[in-house]
């Protein structure tokens, strides 16, 4: 069996990372190739609860602090740096040997929503934890799996908080100078591998944006045979191509974001982020290859990128 495609999207939160993730899983289902979106934090049932906890703090589980005989969580309780970057990566410890890995075994197109470069973007950028150690760590947890391709959705957070219109959750939350730390460290991790980050311009619309992520991929996947089966000969009929069929890897993942919504590294991003088009944004914020591909000429290669002097 051929081995899959393993995408991510990255970028702030607000930048329509999970409105493009769903846009390529139709592209590439079309094409033939079956393909599945999945984030972090949050793409297994463990991650759930983890997701939970670093983007609400211990307020979302109020029953787990049972302080001086009440089960109420003072607001002020959060959590430490490291013990968040732990966090992070225990979930992807569980993403990564639960669903990632086995889809890509069979030889899936795998498109996450966050991943290892909003941990250390998150993590490194933002909370100044070192970033040599969050990078070990988080291969560790990964089993060393990184993305064939990235899409770096760059903007503004400035910007991009317009698109947010919700509570914000702890990240969201945690100011201007800590998201423009992120946003710097992000660009940064792209100039130091732009065989493998695409960076585009997330404030272009929409259409747009989606124009130049589909001309890389249809360079990306040109040699990749169709796995999906046709309809016609599918016994099942209707309920595997509607991806209900327990044994369909696209069942899987219908039946996450059922239960989850779709990726991401911003607690709530599924409910308020807006696209230019101005539909609601599936993706939460979450912590979180080498192509031989050159980017089109309007897509920007991270070293081209005359932003990337930066750092993210």
């Not at 795998?110 to 991943?115: E, G, H, M, N, Q």
């Not at 990964?142 to 219109?165: E, F, M, W």
């Not at 959750?169 to 710097?184: I, K, M, N, T, W």
């Amino acid at each position: 069996m051929s081995q899959g495609l393993f995408i991510s999207f990255e970028g702030v939160d607000g930048a329509g990372k999970t409105t493009q993730a769903q846009r390529a899983r139709d592209y590439l289902q079309g094409k033939g190739l079956r393909s599945m979106v999945t984030r972090e934090p949050g793409g297994t049932p463990a991650g759930l609860a983890i997701r939970e906890l670093v983007l609400h703090g211990m307020c979302a589980f109020p029953s787990f602090a049972v302080t001086g005989g009440t089960d109420v969580v003072d607001s002020s309780d959060d959590l430490d740096s490291r013990t968040e970057a732990l966090l992070y990566a225990a979930d992807r410890a569980e993403h990564v040997a639960q669903v990632i890995r086995p889809a890509l075994e069979r030889g899936d197109i795998v498109l996450c929503d966050r991943y290892s470069d909003s941990t250390i973007a998150y993590q490194a950028g933002g909370r100044k934890l070192d970033e040599g150690s969050i990078a070990r760590l988080s291969a560790w947890a990964s089993d060393g799996l990184i993305p064939k391709r990235t899409y770096l959705l760059d903007v503004d957070p400035a910007q991009s908080h317009d698109r947010v219109n919700d509570e914000p959750d702890r990240l969201e939350a945690a100011g201007d100078a800590f998201q423009e730390q992120v946003r710097e460290k992000f660009l940064e991790l792209a100039e130091q591998e732009p065989d493998r980050f695409r960076v585009i311009d997330a404030s272009l619309p929409l259409d747009e944006v989606w124009r130049l992520i589909q001309e890389d991929l249809e360079a990306l996947t040109a040699d990749m045979i169709p796995n999906l089966p046709d309809q016609d000969d599918d016994e099942d009929g209707d309920d595997a191509a509607d991806g209900d069929d327990p044994a369909d890897p696209d069942a899987q993942e219908d039946d996450l974001d059922d239960d989850a919504g779709d990726a991401g590294y911003d607690a709530d991003e599924d409910d308020d982020e807006l696209d230019d088009g101005g539909d609601d944004e599936d993706s939460d914020a979450a912590l979180d290859g080498d192509g031989d591909v050159e980017p089109a000429a309007s897509l920007t290669d991270s070293a081209e990128d005359d932003r990337m002097g930066q750092g993210r």
